[in-house]
């Protein structure tokens, strides 16, 4: 379904007629929109202001430089933030920390061509968020290209007293160790992805304030993820109401789920307005909250998941030790000043289709090698980092 259009289906009597209903939207309307969050974390807190399309639309933000940009508190202290990339705004981490009970309002300035525009948001309460529990996980069967393979799901489980938070967002960042099956150069490598969809819950309808087996993520694909070790950091947000309400709808919006309408993303008001113009809407919004973190490492034995290797090899090329293709034969360039296996970057062929090395066999007659036209099969580098990370061990 569009999401530029709010679907009404109209069921007539022994017709079956469908109406679409197309209302009356200002689908070109630019949005000053406002994206950021500051914690109790140490560390910088950023603050994103841009130009954007309502979000149906797919036309590319415009980030907004050169703002005047500061956040306040309930007992007078205020901080500047600096502009590090164009529209990108940091606090200073030696001078500004959130603290859980305070009350924090941001202010920022815009400079358009009739002068300066003044925006503001609601003031918001930093309210204190329980640890989580337990971050687990269960093996789940799935079935990729018709070959069966194991996957999992990640569950999160959490409390807090009756009179604390009610409201909770989740955030994740997964990291993976994934090896190639080929003696090559760039053969080990850790890949990073962080959660894409909003996931909220409200406890406040609940007799007791807990949260069980709420699903984190599903893992299938790619399937590297789960063949030597993998690992999730969930950070967990305290909410009040009024942004939980904000979460709820956006992910309804993006989601599309409900009753005869969807949720059209314009409508999803923030806490920020214009100190000039009340009629003017801003996007986006400003998040307060403390913030517990628990990180879960899983390292078992999944079924079948080095079959995504098993069409890497696409034939084999005779080799040179000499830096000039030879009439009939592709050729590999060697590069002895580095360590084995030499090579030191890719060639192509005559048909200027690109070849990676992935195996040799210099004992043959001719010595040969085994090549491929992925990258990905040859250099882990091309999905991932060779640099390890320095939580990796945390789990010996």
Known sequence: MDIKKLILIGLIAQTGCVTEYLPELREREILITVEGIITDLPGTDTIRIYRSLPLWTKEPRQPIRHCDVW???????SDTL???????????PSAFRGMP?????????TLESDGWHRYESIPMKMKPVPEIDSVYYE?????ISNVSVDGCRIYLDTHGQQDSCRYFRWEYVETWEFSLPFDVLNKTCWASASSERIMVENTSMLGKNSVSRFPLVKIDEPVEKLLRKYSILVKQYSLNEDEYRFWEKLQNSV?????LYDIVPGTVTGNIYSLDNMYEKV??????SAVSMKR???KDNFQNHNQMYSNCVVDSAFYVFFPYPVDGYWWIRYDYTIPPPYIEYINQDQWGVTWWPIDE???TTPPKRLITNKRWCADCTSKGSAIRPDFWDEDE
């Open 255 to 259: 989601s599309q789920v409900g009753g």
């Open 71 to 77: 956040i306040t508190d309930d007992t007078g202290n």
């Open 139 to 143: 093996k789940e069967p799935g079935l």
């Open 101 to 109: 009970g305070r009350t924090y309002t941001l202010h920022f300035n």
């Open 82 to 92: 600096r502009e590090v990339t164009i529209g990108t705004y940091v606090t200073d």
């Open 361 to 363: 066999f210099p004992a």
């Open 296 to 298: 879960l490492f899983i």
């Open 283 to 288: 996007a986006g919004y400003f998040s307060v």
